[in-house]
């Protein structure tokens, strides 16, 4: 995953209180070593930040990938649909005859939506 722009610790010596700390390092034995300590701390900080920042994207685009995933599922009831569609396509013009395939694929249509609400699963009689 791309960073983002790299922050760095400013460096003392380039800085223009450049003269200030040579005053101070004078004055002061030993800040030279502590102003290096602490500038390579700084940039092992700024490196975990990275890190982290990255772990944090990653697990931020996999939480959103699962919330949104699209899970492919059999459309319940499609066997009963179809035979109330040939049923009627043959029959055009006795519909009636076709009440047997309605009420089976009413029937599935019911189990269905009774599994829907109880979280069993979206499918019905074909499941």
Sequence with gaps: MPRGPQRALPNPASSLDAALIAE???SHPGLDNALAKSTHIGQL???NEADELDRVREYASQLHADSY???ARET???AEREACRLCYE???SDTLR???EVAAYDACAREAQRRFVEGVGGGGADE
């Design 98 to 100: 076709c009440g047997n």
């Design 45 to 47: 900080l700024l490196k």
């Design 69 to 71: 995933a699209m899970r």
């Design 24 to 26: 101070a390092s004078q």
């Design 76 to 78: 319940p009831c499609a």
């Design 90 to 92: 043959t029959n055009r």
